[in-house]
């Protein structure tokens, strides 16, 4: 049956954030991308008013399209590749507030997180890639970055070279149920959705950390770039902008964008706390200089190694992990703060 334009409008403005046109013009794929990330955070459903007609089209003449078009390479889309990478790191980040407690968790769940989320912007339309080197590009790119939270950055650069790469056509299939799509989109749903609502739930406080921690650590490996640092801020800050002006600084927008900032001033504070804690392990205090800290880490790591300490080997252990925490913490730059502010 041909989809009509009015309707596509209409699902678009009634559940666009949750996909629903794309749900009716049979673009799952982008349905669930839009699912998880409510409209791409608002903006992509926005920018979308513009290419509903091509979507339109492309679906009515989608038997003879992927017949003709399955012979051949797609074109190589910059929008797509970007998309890719951000869909990526997203995915990677979610998983690490969720799933971060498991034993393999940077061999195995970071990287499969990541994977799938940049195989499911190459999905999206008439084309797709290729399963299993996708993901092996990711699963290989890990172990370079094990144990650290900037390993998001390149297992999605990565992930999304390789789908670029091997990019293709989809091939032609047949008409499936509402009823067996929608079952299948339920389940990716709950997949993603599952384990960031149980932590949320039955480990609020600790969740609460991992997320200021996680959003902190994102916002820190910008540190050396301040444009883009204060860019990627204010993309976070453009809905919550976009709303108080076209509502005003009256009624939900406004309290609702405090609690944004307060948001901002949390993961700062959790920040500079774990700076303090960092300087007490090392007995240092506030204004130490790299030096200084490299200096004090090497002493302390000298002092309680457990190779060192084979009469106390359980608290040097403790002390050694305690050691390495801290010295990450003080070998990231410090962001100002206040500086994410317009």
Known sequence: MAKGL??????????????????YLGRDSHALLWMLTLGGGGLGWL?????LPS????????????????????????????????VGI?????????????????IVGLPLAVGLGVLLVAAIGNQ??????????????????????????PISLAASITAQKHRRYKP???????????????????????????????NTAVTVNY????????????????LFGRLLESVLLLPF???????????ISSSYFQEWEKLYEFVHSFQDEKRQLALQVFGLSEGATNEEIHGRYRELVKTWHPDHNQHQMEEAQRHFLEIQAAYDVLRQPRTPRGSWRW
């Not at 976009?242 to 009624?251: F, S, V």
Request: aromatic share 16%; with cysteine.
């Open 211 to 226: 997320v200021a921690d996680t959003l902190g650590s994102f916002l820190s490996w910008f540190s050396f770039f301040p």
């Open 128 to 153: 797709t890639s290729d399963l299993k080197k996708t993901l092996g590009a990711a699963f290989l790119t890990s172990p370079i970055f094990y144990g650290r939270p900037i390993a998001i950055l």
């Open 241 to 251: 902008r976009a709303w108080k002006l076209l509502i005003g600084d009256h009624g």
């Open 6 to 23: 009015l309707m596509t409008y209409a699902l678009w403005a009634v559940g666009g954030p949750a996909g629903l046109h794309h749900l």
């Open 55 to 86: 979507f339109v089209a492309q679906a009515n003449r989608a038997q003879e399209q992927r017949q003709s078009s399955g012979r051949g390479t797609p074109p190589l889309s910059l929008i797509r590749f970007v998309a890719q990478m951000i």
């Open 90 to 106: 997203y995915f990677g980040l979610v998983a690490l507030i969720s799933l971060s407690f498991m034993a393999s968790f940077y």
């Open 47 to 51: 920018w979308e008013f513009w290419k």
């Open 172 to 202: 032609s299939v047949g008409s499936e149920t509402l009823s067996v799509r929608l079952y299948r989109l339920g389940l990716a749903y709950l997949a993603f959705t599952g384990p960031l609502v149980y932590s949320a739930l039955c």
